[in-house]
């Protein structure tokens, strides 16, 4: 069935660090693709998305592309601030048609002064 | 402000006592998802609904209820049949099923006395 892994955290990094978080999947067909935020104590909130293969999606200095050669939507930053610091969360959308989305187990960004 | 509201925002069960965990949104939006989350993993599908009236299983769905007489409501219920109730559980909503984003709720963070 499909699935979707992530890179362990936690990810510690300093101020203005680059930063990459690993993603890839195994699923039928190209489905879309998405990053997914969640700040301390709340929901998610969606970073970015791309929907079919070469897409980039991109928000907030963050940017992921769509690599089906290698089923991989890997996350980049190229300057992080403390801000930044949350738990960032890899889905695809489910091919069976039920608008199911499903989740890596999430990656721990603290970013320190 | 368009969005979607869960509450309450923590909730406390009685060993044998069902909850009601509210999710009500106004973005118009057809279709609507439960998640479970607990602490190191990804997010997990309880039940969702396409339509008004219409609901499925999802993945987790032993010891849950959830009705849909309202687009705008989605309510979820944790009966004493499950064993293992303390989580986080989100809401979302999306316009409709396919290729479309999920927007989540701010979450109810549900403890057992």
């Known amino acids: 069935g499909d699935s979707v892994t992530q890179m362990e955290g936690p990810v510690t990094l300093s101020e203005e660090a680059f930063l990459t978080i690993n993603c890839t999947y195994t699923?039928?067909?190209?489905?879309?693709l998405f990053w997914y935020v969640q700040y301390p104590g709340e929901g998610l909130q969606l970073l970015l998305k791309?929907?079919?293969?070469?897409d980039k999606g991109s928000n907030k200095g963050f940017e992921a592309t769509y690599r089906k050669e290698t089923t991989s939507f890997h996350l980049e930053k190229g300057s992080v601030q403390v801000s930044d610091s949350a738990v960032y969360f890899c889905?695809?959308?489910?091919?069976?048609?039920?608008?199911?989305?499903?989740f890596g187990q999430g990656t721990t960004l603290q970013v320190k002064p | 402000d368009g969005g979607i509201t869960q509450s309450p925002k923590y909730l406390f069960r009685k060993e044998g006592q069902n909850v009601t965990l509210s999710c009500e949104q106004n973005?118009?939006?057809?279709?609507m998802y439960w998640y479970r989350q607990d602490p190191g993993q990804g997010l997990r599908l309880i039940y969702y609904?396409?339509?008004?009236?219409?609901?499925q299983k999802g993945d987790i769905a032993e010891g849950y209820s959830v009705s849909r007489e309202k687009k705008e409501s989605f309510p979820l219920t944790v009966t004493s049949a499950q064993k293992n109730p303390t989580a986080f559980y989100l809401c979302?909503?999306?316009?409709?099923?396919?290729?479309?984003?999920?927007?989540f709720g701010p979450g109810t963070r549900l403890l057992v006395l």
């Open positions: 979302a909503s999306s316009p409709g099923p396919n290729q479309e984003t999920q927007y």
């Open positions: 699923a039928t067909g190209y489905p879309s």
């Open positions: 791309a929907t079919k293969a070469d």
């Open positions: 889905a695809l959308l489910s091919s069976s048609n039920t608008g199911k989305l499903i």
């Open positions: 973005l118009n939006h057809d279709a």
């Open positions: 609904s396409q339509i008004v009236n219409d609901f």
